[in-house]
């Protein structure tokens, strides 16, 4: 029978191809609109740690207070130096790290003659590796020990090994940066979260995977500045000239991450910060109530904005733009089955009954549909390339036409066309034989 | 022309008008916002920064070995003698941050020291002498910097301006008497520093929360003195490109312990482009959808309405033996789309309302201007007309003897 149908529909379509084929592209660009921009939102969107998101938290500690507009929903997002040093000695997550971009340049070894580049990096804790599921190539993480010692040790991106040595096995080479010499302890194995969650306080939330990390405690002693923002409006007094002087301001710019596996610690946590910030006041640092945070991953990329309002607004309109496309094929096809009541009041007097009548109009449009979702994946194939010029291109290049989008265009499409078919189906179906056959 | 007739014939249809109708309206919605959006944009990129683009561009160069800060004033006043001796360079000087650049300093403003929140926000650049004729930036008031007046400031060190230079937007956000040359304001923690001079127009650097400040700047007289600066570079018109080239091979040359990265060297206009892409690519895909949307809109109505006079044909017909005149058939067309494109549209202003209420609440949108509803709906009651035409003409052309003829 479907077969059958399919004959009806083709040899439909033959009778009036204008139609048919303006129905296709219709909803071929209407497909191929939305499924572009959904698949970029959805590319910003995702969890970057499924399978960690749930235990890793973010801590805040209004240090600004309310006369520089800090409220329950607006705290700085980083933490003072000292602050951050306070969180990490209290060992209070089963594992914490903090964090801040850096940038530096490395010299490469004299056996290749390269001229030195910019690499960008994160100082980091040990925790950073193990907390954040960091896969190795080759070694692994230094140890807390190394970051007690403050040695010079050094992780970095396949791709800088690549660059330096070739690929090779690097742990336990020397490789220096900014003039200081560092032991490879790890190579790690393309290793991008996206969006990057640990640095999106910082705008670094899309792009290409950091070229190295290094121990907090040995960077701190080199006066490594963070490359991210540094933002002192918390300091009532001018800040003390010099590297000390920094550390100790009211300037925030480091960002911790706390792993707390069940909801007793996360609540531990939370006390163990309301009452930091209170002994903070009572100390006289602070001139206001303790006004602290502790977002889980998920709900600090949500806090931060991390999904490009572009984005959202994009996936809004495309939507909205296949809805009109959608309401545009119902008007078609109930003028294209509509033509053919006479025929319909023919097929009914020789015994088809409403359910084949409905049967066969949704077949034809479920053709129509078919033949725009390959149309809207042709034209999704070539949105994407178009994606870099409407979004960065950290963002751009996270969009992709995977096997699931493309079973997801044509299934819309499909599904669309079909849903825009049942109205004209039930008209076509509500035809009455002997009028139609009447009026002939 | 009768309203009755067509009114009673619509009721007749009313799966097929009211299809119309919501495509209408929604195509209204759509193109309303998207206009907006696109106006929004288009206003945004097309900002003037205050730079003389065309002939400026920014070398951002990093010494390797981070020298303290005596040694890297001497590297950057080598460097500064190298670039203005390159052929095709005006003038040069070196700074922290740029307009339409992705980052920098900024500081809050206040009138005394111990106000407690500031009255306004500003960007940090760092200028000497040639800055004002290096970017190309009108002074409107008072004077330029003098050599002598410019100091050295390490990176760590705190920002303490005698004499700044501000922008006009600046100027009149904190003195709106128009009195802004001479007085004093406080930058940041710093205690006072004198307006010397006012530039007419100096954009800050663009970042997420610069948006609200966007054309206040000061200059301040400094040399930062930090590992990284970057130069920035006017070439006589037309040796841009050369520049561009042998600006970069000059300082290599001259001393090679830099790094200064391919992405490194952009001109304004290149500079301009990445700002401002996500603008351009918005506008971009507003009028795509917009134009897109349109036709959609006009080809359903063509195609609804000559199924509507093909059903009719016999009608027409009839009409046509009793003395219709083929202007009434036309007219008849023409008028029933008015009525469905009027109803359309009124739907659709609703929803204009409705989607940009949405949009301004959940995306930080502007509120819509009452005069895009109103030139979206005259444009789409055109659109209808336009849509109608060919089916219509088509029908007046019927001959009587349709009413004759079978279907």
């Known amino acids: 029978m479907f077969s059958y149908y399919l004959q009806l529909a083709l040899h439909s379509f033959r009778r009036s191809p204008g139609l048919t084929a303006l129905m296709v592209i219709i909803m071929g660009i209407g497909v191929a609109a939305s499924m572009t921009t959904y698949a970029v939102f959805r590319a910003v969107s995702g969890d970057p740690l499924p399978d960690k998101s749930a235990q890793l938290f973010v801590p805040q500690i209004d240090n600004a207070g309310p006369q520089n507009g800090s409220t329950r929903n607006h705290l700085p997002d980083a933490l003072t130096y000292t602050d951050a040093m306070a969180l990490m000695q209290a060992k209070a997550g089963t594992r914490q790290t903090a964090v801040y971009p850096i940038t530096g340049h490395i010299e490469p070894s004299d056996g290749l003659q390269q001229r030195p580049f910019s690499a960008n990096g994160y100082a980091a804790y040990a925790d950073f590796f193990a907390m954040f599921d960091v896969p190795f190539q080759y070694g692994h993480g230094w140890s807390s020990g190394d970051d007690d010692r403050h040695t010079n040790v050094i992780a970095i991106s396949s791709r800088l090994n690549q660059r330096l040595f070739a690929g090779i096995n690097s742990v336990g080479r020397i490789l220096h940066l900014d003039g200081h010499d560092y032991r490879v302890v790890g190579v790690i194995h393309d290793w991008n979260p996206q969006p990057r969650f640990f640095d999106v306080n910082n705008g670094f939330s899309f792009g290409g995977a950091p070229d190295y990390y290094l121990p907090f405690t040995r960077a701190i002693d080199l006066h490594i500045s963070s490359n ?48 930091y910030a209170a002994e903070q006041q009572r100390h006289g640092r602070f001139q206001w109530a303790s006004n602290v945070r502790l977002f889980d991953l998920n709900g600090w990329l949500d806090h931060e904005g991390v999904v490009p309002p572009e984005t959202k607004v994009s996936v809004l309109v495309a939507g ?121 | 022309m009768h309203i009755r007739p067509i009114a009673s014939a619509l009721w007749h249809h009313k799966g097929g008008t009211a299809l119309i109708v919501l495509q209408i309206a929604l195509t209204l919605a759509i193109v309303c916002n998207a206009l907006c959006i696109i106006h929004t944009r288009v206003a945004r990129l097309s900002r003037p ?49 740029f307009p339409l650049g992705d980052g920098g300093w900024s500081k809050g403003v206040r009138y005394t020291v111990d106000q407690p929140s500031p009255a306004s926000f500003t960007a940090i650049y760092f200028a000497d002498e040639h800055t004002l004729a290096t970017l190309g930036l009108k002074l409107v008031a008072g004077r330029n910097f003098r050599a002598d007046e410019i100091g050295d400031m390490g990176a760590r060190d705190t920002l303490l301006p005698r004499v700044i ?43 997420s929360y610069s948006e609200a400040w966007v054309e206040q700047s000061t200059l301040v007289p400094f040399r930062l003195l930090a590992s990284g600066t970057v130069y920035l570079v006017r070439a006589q018109p037309g040796l841009l490109e050369r520049v561009v080239r042998m600006g970069p091979q000059a300082l290599v040359a001259a001393n090679p312990l830099r790094v200064i990265g391919s992405e490194d060297v952009r001109t304004y206009e290149q500079i301009r482009a990445t700002t401002y892409r996500k603008d351009r690519g918005m506008a971009i895909l507003m009028g795509g959808i917009c134009a897109v ?46 009525l469905i494109s009027v109803g359309g549209v009124c739907v659709g202003a609703m929803l204009t309302m409705a989607l940009n209420a949405l949009l301004v609440d959940r995306f930080e949108m502007q509120r819509l201007s009452l005069a895009y509803v109103v030139v979206g709906m005259v444009a789409l009651l055109l659109l209808g007309q336009s849509a109608v035409l060919v089916p ?9 003897v349709e009413a004759t003829r079978a279907t």
Request: aromatic letters at 6%; one cysteine or more.
């Open chain 1, 228 to 275: 991210g923002n540094n933002n002192c409006s918390g300091s009532a007094k001018p800040v003390t000239p010099g590297w000390d002087g920094w550390l100790r301001s009211e300037c925030v710019w480091v960002s911790l991450w706390v792993e707390l596996p069940h909801v007793t610690a996360v609540q531990r946590y939370q006390r163990l910060l309301s009452d």
């Open chain 2, 392 to 400: 219509a003409w088509r029908a007046s052309r019927l001959s009587p």
């Open chain 1, 320 to 440: 909205g733009f296949l809805l009109v496309c959608l309401v545009n094929t119902v008007g078609l096809l109930l003028a294209k089955i509509m033509r053919r009541a006479g025929e319909v009041g023919v097929r009914r007097a020789l015994g088809a009954s409403r359910g084949h009548i409905y049967a066969q109009f949704l077949v034809e449009a479920a053709a129509i549909g078919v033949a725009g979702g390959l149309l809207g994946l042709l034209l999704t194939a070539v949105g994407m390339h178009g994606t870099a010029l409407l979004f960065e291109p950290g963002v751009a290049r996270l969009a992709r036409l995977t096997a699931g989008l493309v079973g997801l265009t044509v299934w819309v499409a499909v599904s669309a066309t079909v849903l825009a078919g049942l109205y004209p189906a039930w008209r076509a179906a509500r035809v009455q034989p002997s009028w139609q056959l009447k009026s002939q």
């Open chain 2, 49 to 97: 920064s205050g730079v003389d683009e065309a002939s400026v561009l920014a070398i951002q160069n990093q010494w390797l070995g981070d020298p303290a800060p005596q040694p890297a004033k001497a590297l950057m006043a080598s460097d500064l003698e190298t670039l203005r001796q390159v052929p095709g360079v005006v003038d040069a000087y070196a700074s922290n941050a």
């Open chain 2, 293 to 338: 949307l349109l036709a959609t809109t006009a080809a359903g109505i063509v195609g609804l309405t000559s199924f509507w006079v093909s059903q009719r044909r016999r009608q027409i017909g009839v009409r046509r033996a009793l003395g219709a005149t083929q202007g009434d058939i036309l007219g008849y067309f023409c008028t029933e789309n008015l």
């Open chain 2, 165 to 207: 230079i501000i922008t006009k937007a600046l100027a009149n956000r904190l003195f709106p008497d128009g009195h802004a040359l001479g007085k004093q304001i406080c930058i940041g923690s710093a205690p006072s520093s004198t307006i010397i001079g006012v530039v007419e127009r100096m954009q800050t650097w663009i970042g």
